[in-house]
């Protein structure tokens, strides 16, 4: 079975910084896309970053230069490395894959078969 499990989230100071990490099983993780979305109550979700198993990278714009997506395969963990952040990043953030090699509609949540249970960042 697939799993994703979020954590790092929490609360911060405009300004700070927060990096979400998300442990995944079952899936083939270094050459799978993986991606972090996020939602607030009464939103649609949304992309925020995603990488590919080819490495290729995309962010939302409304974090380029902000955030970093990295992933660590020895660990099967990927990261989100979240600076400045401002008050219209709180939401809860998810970790998503597609199990295929490139991201398709990277920040789409169509093609994202697997999502873990989220971990909220609050921003103040």
Do not use: H
């Not at 300004?15 to 998300?22: A, D, E, M, T, Y």
């Amino acid at each position: 079975d697939v799993q994703l499990v979020e954590s790092g989230g929490g609360s911060v100071q405009a300004g700070g910084s927060l990096r979400l990490s998300c442990v995944a099983s079952g899936v083939p993780f270094s050459i799978a896309c993986m991606a972090w979305f996020r939602q607030v109550p009464g939103s649609e979700r949304e992309g925020v970053a995603s990488l590919s198993g080819y490495a290729e990278i995309a962010y939302a714009d409304f974090v380029k230069g902000r955030f970093t997506i990295s992933k660590d395969n020895a660990e099967n963990t990927l990261y989100l490395q979240m600076n400045d952040l401002n008050s219209e990043d709180t939401a809860m953030y998810y970790c998503a894959t597609q199990v295929s090699n490139r991201c398709v509609q990277a920040l789409s949540t169509a093609n994202y078969a697997y999502w873990g249970q989220g971990t909220q960042v609050t921003v103040s």
